[in-house]
C-alpha cells in the first residue's frame, strides 16, 4: 500500500531529457516506483498528462527569518518552490549578534529583534521547530561574521577578526551549514580586501561553497568574478555566482564576454551561478546606484512612507531637488531598479551553468514580482512562449542542477529512492500574474506540491508544513 499514487504523468525527472508518460508512487517520504506502477495508495491521482517534476529548489533567497515568521511559505510553495537556499549575499539570519543598529543589508532580513540567534545550531533547532512547508538550507553570511566581530564594517578586519569570524564559520559548519556567501558590492562588506574573503574561504572543505554577490556586477564585473574565482581555488571550493547579471546600461551586451569567464573557470575548477528571470534587480536604495539612464523604483522608505510605489525621478521632480538628493532624503529605503538588458538576461538563463533563484524580498511591502512569480515565468513565458530552451531543460535548471551544486542529497530527481519533493503543474497554463505594480499574486497552473511525501499546496492553498532543516547531502 503507497501513500500516494500519482498516474498518467509526464514525468521530467530533473535530469535536462524529455519526459516520459508513467506513474509516481511514494512512501515515507520517498519516491518507491516510478514507471508501470501496480497496486493501491490511500491516495490516487489522476495526473491526466500533466507535468510532475521534483520540487523547484530555489537557490537565492532571503527567506532566513520568513520562514519562522510566516511558515506557510505561501509565496514559495505556489510557485512549485519545496526547497529554498538562505543566508545569502553575505547576509544570514546566524550566526548573529546585533549591536545597536542592523547594517544595511542586513535590514532586508528584519530588524534587531528579529536576529536571536548567536549560534548556528540555534537557528537551525528553530527551523525545525518552526517546521515550515518548504525545507530549509542555510549559508553563512560574510557580513554578518563582521558585524560580530568588528567595531565598524567601513575597513579592513584586522587578524584577530579574521581569527574569530573562521572560528565561528567552522563551527557552524560543523552545525549544518552549507557554506559560506558574501555581499562585497554592498557598504558594510566593500571595505573587504580580497584577502579577507579568501582567508575565510579557506575554512571550505574541498567542494565546500561560496556564494558571491560580486564586488562589481557593472563596468568591473570580469575583475570581480576572477576575485571570487582565486578565493576559492586554495581550498578547492565550488562558487556559485549570485544574480549573475550585466548591470547598468554601459555594461548591456557584455554577457558574451562575462559567461566566457565562466567558463573558462569552469575548465580548472567547480563553478557555476543562478539568475532570475527579469530584466529588473531590486536591493536597499544603493546611492552608488543612483542614476538617471533607467528607471528606478521606490519600494519602500523609512523616513518617507508616502513615496513607496514612486519612480525616483518623479519624486525629485515633486520636491525640486536633484536625483542623488531625493535619494539621501529617502534613506533608509528599499528600490527595484531597470537596469538590465532583455538580451543579456536571456543569454545568461539558457546558459548551461546557470540555475534558477527568485532573490525576492519577503519583508518588501511592495515586492519584485520574482518573489511570487521567478519559477512559473521561467516555465511559461521563456520555456513555453519564447522556446529559450525546452521544457526539461527549464525543470533541470530547477531541479537536478541546483541539487547536485548545492549538496542536497537525493532532491531534485525522480528516481527511486529519491526525496518525495513533487510539483504538479500544467505546462499550457503555467505562468505568473505578479507584476511590478501588483506584485504579491500567486501563479497559475501549479496545480500541486508535495514536500517530503506529504501534500502542502493543493493548486489553491498551502494545506501543511512539513518542511525540514537539510544539512549538507541529506
Not at 518588501?364 to 525546452?390: C, I, K, M, N, S
Request: aromatic content about 6%; some cysteine.
Amino acid at each position: 500500500m503507497h501513500d500516494v499514487l500519482i498516474r498518467d504523468a509526464l514525468v521530467l525527472d530533473g535530469g535536462d531529457r524529455p519526459g516520459s508518460h508513467g506513474d509516481v508512487a511514494l512512501r515515507d517520504g520517498r519516491i518507491v516506483e516510478v514507471g508501470a506502477v501496480a497496486g493501491s495508495a490511500r491516495q490516487v491521482i489522476d495526473a491526466g498528462g500533466r507535468a510532475l517534476a521534483p520540487g523547484f529548489i530555489d537557490v537565492h533567497t532571503h527567506d532566513d527569518l520568513e520562514v519562522l515568521r510566516n511558515p506557510d511559505m505561501a509565496s514559495k510553495l505556489s510557485q512549485g518552490v519545496t526547497t529554498v537556499v538562505v543566508g545569502n549575499c553575505g547576509i544570514s539570519a546566524s550566526p548573529v549578534r546585533i549591536r545597536g543598529e542592523v547594517p544595511d543589508p542586513m535590514n532586508l532580513l528584519g530588524e534587531a529583534g528579529d536576529f536571536r540567534f548567536a549560534d548556528f545550531a540555534s537557528y537551525r533547532q528553530a527551523v525545525e521547530a518552526a517546521r515550515p512547508a518548504v525545507n530549509v538550507a542555510a549559508l553563512v553570511g560574510h557580513t554578518a561574521l563582521r558585524q560580530n566581530h568588528m567595531d565598524r564594517l567601513d575597513r579592513a578586519a584586522t587578524a584577530a577578526e579574521i581569527a574569530a569570524m573562521r572560528v565561528q564559520l567552522r563551527a557552524s559548519m560543523a552545525q549544518g551549514a552549507l557554506g559560506l556567501s558574501s555581499g562585497l558590492a554592498y557598504g558594510s562588506a566593500f571595505h573587504a580586501p580580497s584577502s579577507e574573503v579568501a582567508e575565510l574561504a579557506a575554512e571550505l572543505p574541498p567542494g565546500g561553497l561560496y556564494a558571491t554577490h560580486l564586488r562589481d556586477e557593472f563596468g568591473g564585473i570580469l575583475e570581480a568574478m576572477e576575485e571570487a574565482f582565486d578565493a576559492a581555488r586554495a581550498p578547492r571550493a565550488a562558487v556559485r555566482v549570485s544574480h549573475l547579471k550585466c548591470a547598468g546600461i554601459d555594461n548591456w551586451g557584455r554577457s558574451r564576454e562575462v559567461l566566457h569567464s565562466l567558463d573558462a573557470a569552469s575548465a580548472g575548477q567547480d563553478v557555476a551561478c543562478d539568475c532570475y528571470p527579469y530584466a529588473a534587480s531590486a536591493s536597499t536604495l544603493d546611492l552608488k546606484q543612483v542614476t538617471d539612464a533607467y528607471d528606478i523604483l521606490i519600494t519602500w522608505s523609512g523616513p518617507e512612507p508616502s513615496q513607496g510605489g514612486r519612480l525616483l525621478a518623479d519624486i525629485a521632480a515633486d520636491w525640486g531637488i536633484p536625483l542623488m538628493a531625493a535619494a539621501v532624503r529617502l534613506q533608509p529605503a528599499g528600490a527595484v531598479y531597470h537596469c538590465m538588458n532583455e538580451a543579456d538576461v536571456r543569454r545568461i538563463l539558457a546558459h548551461p551553468l546557470t540555475m534558477i533563484g527568485s532573490d525576492g524580498l519577503p519583508r518588501d511591502p511592495r515586492p519584485h514580482p520574482r518573489l511570487w512569480g521567478t519559477f512559473p515565468r521561467v516555465l511559461g513565458h521563456y520555456a513555453r512562449d519564447e522556446a529559450l530552451f525546452p521544457l526539461h531543460t527549464a525543470v533541470h535548471k530547477m531541479t537536478g542542477l541546483p541539487a547536485s551544486r548545492f549538496a542536497l542529497g537525493a532532491r531534485g530527481v525522480i528516481r527511486v529512492g529519491g526525496c518525495a519533493d513533487l510539483v504538479l503543474f500544467d505546462p499550457a497554463r503555467v505562468r505568473d500574474t505578479a507584476s511590478f505594480h501588483d506584485p504579491v499574486r500567486a501563479a497559475e497552473g501549479i496545480d500541486a506540491v508535495w514536500v517530503n511525501g506529504q501534500l502542502a499546496y493543493d493548486g489553491t492553498e498551502v494545506v501543511a508544513r512539513p518542511g525540514r532543516f537539510i544539512a549538507p547531502g541529506h
